[in-house]
């Protein structure tokens, strides 16, 4: 039992130390107590095959889908109308959010689905997004409290209760305490986030290396000469391949992008696919070209192919897509510069071979001050010249290859990372509600894990990312890490008698003193519990004791047992005591005290209002 607290006490200092990553404390912690015989190796690794680790790890997948496909984007836009540009209404309304989606959705997934909206609203308000997330996370353990599903614990305390013959909660027995947790967060927050998180990794701040898609888009003025051109069945370039037709040289014209309407039967989710215009690249009916050119060259080539000349604001088939600039989705856009000894120097943009040996089309060149957009074909190329070539991401990337003729601009993959799936984003939606409603509904006979798993899945195979890689990328294994490290603490505590030895303690030296300091004395336990070990476990472990209690003084067991899960849920005060905690602490850029000086006040808070509410809501 000493070797236990001892461990637990020095994995705390280190904790608010700081100096060591938290997944290697408790790793650390960990391996400590299987040393010294506390836990069977097999007991230790428990934590790692925990369903709520399993279900963090694909929500993180669910969540960056969200983000990747700019569904996050649309979202936090809605809610930025509502909030305008005041600071205060946006950080109540995502509390409020939150906290309504946390009633019915477990508070990690609701954090998960709700982390890249929030920073994307950040990022869009330039606002600190340090400011929001830890509130966020709290407001995900509030709303957890309206309903019966809304946390674990409600379930713990509510078998305890139908085990001692006592009447089952309701569904929304909870509310009343779900209500009085989000007012009192809302109005102890609000000072308390401005004053401790405000100027939270505001120094991380690095100047932009490489201009964006965006940015290059607008600096080389790329939508002023774009042209879309539909081709018709009885076209004259229907069927043939760019080659064959030599369109650049006969209009002095560009073909830069070909798009196609997917070949699925589901109209809901037809999207348009992008392919790079390519020598060996067939055009068929019905396919949209991009052109890039001057308004007569383009005009001639309309004429001439029995093509039609789209209007800026026409849809693309069912897509709505108005194409009055260019989409960066598949195919990107990057500068490379010209070395003087490249063999390109003194060769017009036609004979490069950019097209035939790199499947990239060259847009423009930026010499000195003066950009040339127009006449390229027979542009001559000098040393120092600046490209903006055009290309699937992947043969962007291929082009550093060769840096002995060029040296590429920028970072292409990770430029691709940052370009969202757009045309994506309603199939993302789809499975995020699916998941959400297979979540709240126990008739549907699938386990909250099962449909987050499946969920992360149909993310990946239906191309809500590039590639399974670009998934894993989107997990936070540090989070991972230090929630599967810290659950087996709780065994150990139980093994070694430690948490029986405090809760007995407890009962016996308040006992003599009345219901109120008695259910103080269990609510304030089960908070200092939780900081140590998960949330659930405190509850199963307090959950008897507060009911044993309740009984011996002759008192309705309900305040006594609500105390419990009310206590075990609201720990705001550690960033391990909860999933959603942990999750929000990267991303936050926070530390071990950033939660202690914005979530113990909190804590202490909501537990003296708990503890005058609760017997007004259940009499003793």
């Not at 909030?83 to 309504?100: C, D, R, S, Y």
């Not at 809302?186 to 701040?205: A, D, H």
């Not at 010249?385 to 590429?408: K, P, Y």
């Not at 008897?544 to 009984?551: G, R, V």
Request: aromatic fraction near 8%; proline fraction near 4%.
């Amino acid at each position: 039992m000493e070797i236990t607290f001892g461990v637990l006490i020095l994995a705390a200092i280190f904790f608010v130390n700081g100096k060591v990553r938290s997944d290697l404390v408790a790793l650390c912690a960990l391996v400590l107590l299987i040393l010294f015989g506390i836990l069977t190796p097999e007991e230790a690794l428990t934590g790692f095959s925990n369903s709520v680790v399993i279900m963090m790890v694909g929500l993180f997948v669910v969540g960056g889908a969200i983000f990747k496909t700019g569904l996050a984007k649309m979202i936090s836009s809605k809610i930025l109308n509502l909030a305008g540009n005041n600071e205060l209404k946006l950080f109540i309304l995502i509390i409020l959010v939150t906290a309504t989606i946390g009633a019915f959705v477990s508070n990690t997934g609701t954090v998960a689905l709700m982390l890249p909206i929030v920073v994307s609203m950040a990022a869009s308000g330039n606002i600190n997004s340090s400011r929001l997330l830890m509130p966020l996370a709290f407001a995900s353990s509030m709303g957890g409290m309206m309903t019966l599903i809304g946390t674990p614990p409600n379930l713990v305390i509510n078998n305890t209760l139908v085990e001692a013959g006592y009447k089952s909660l309701s569904f929304f027995s909870f509310t009343p305490v779900g209500l009085i947790s989000i007012t009192v967060g809302v109005i102890v927050l609000i000072p308390l986030s401005k004053m401790f998180l405000t100027r939270r990794g505001e120094g991380n701040k690095k100047k932009k290396k490489s201009k964006s898609v965006t940015d290059l888009d607008r600096e080389y003025q790329l939508s002023h000469n774009l042209y879309r051109v539909e081709v018709k069945g009885n076209s004259s370039v229907a069927n043939k391949t760019l080659m064959e037709l030599g369109i650049t040289a006969k209009y002095n014209v560009t073909v830069v992008e070909i798009r196609r309407l997917s070949a699925t039967s589901r109209k809901f989710f037809k999207t348009m696919n992008q392919e790079i215009a390519e020598a060996k690249s067939v055009i068929e009916p019905g396919d949209i070209l991009y052109i890039l050119g001057e308004s007569e060259n383009v005009q001639h080539f309309v004429t001439d192919s029995k093509v039609e000349l789209l209007d800026t604001h026409k849809a693309e088939g069912d897509i709505n897509n108005d194409g009055s600039q260019m989409e960066f989705n598949e195919i990107g856009i990057a500068e490379i510069v010209l070395m003087p000894n490249s063999k390109l120097i003194n060769k017009t943009v036609m004979d490069s071979g950019f097209r035939e040996n790199f499947s990239v089309n060259v847009l423009g060149i930026r010499r000195k001050e003066k950009y040339i957009l127009q006449e390229l074909k027979d542009e001559k190329m000098h040393s120092g010249d600046i490209l903006l070539v055009q290309g699937t991401w992947n043969n962007i990337a291929r082009l550093s290859d060769d840096q002995s003729e060029w040296v590429v601009l920028g970072q292409p993959l990770a430029e691709a990372a940052k370009v969202t799936l757009n045309h994506k984003a309603p199939i993302a939606a789809i499975i995020m509600v699916g998941m959400i409603v297979t979540m709240m509904f126990d008739f549907i006979p699938v386990a909250p894990v099962t449909a987050v798993i499946i969920a992360a899945l149909l993310m990946v195979l239906t191309g809500c990312f590039r590639n399974v890689e670009e998934a894993y990328k989107t997990i936070n294994w540090e989070s991972i890490v230090l929630i599967a490290a810290m659950l087996p603490m709780s065994l150990a505590l139980e093994k070694t008698g430690a948490s029986e030895l405090v809760s007995n303690s407890l009962v016996n030296s308040l006992g003599n003193y009345g219901p109120y300091i008695l259910m103080a004395g269990i609510y304030f336990t089960t908070s200092l519990m939780t900081m140590f070990i998960s949330n659930t476990a405190t509850a199963v472990l307090m959950a008897p004791i507060a009911l044993s209690a309740a009984i011996q003084m002759g008192v309705s067991p309900y305040s006594f047992l609500f105390a419990v899960t009310v206590a075990a849920s609201m720990c705001f005060a550690s960033p391990f005591s909860t999933p959603p905690n942990a999750l929000v602490m990267n991303p936050g850029h926070y530390t071990f005290m950033d939660y202690v000086k914005v979530g113990l006040p909190l804590q202490i808070i909501m537990g003296i209002v708990m503890i005058f509410a609760l017997p007004l809501i259940f009499p003793f």
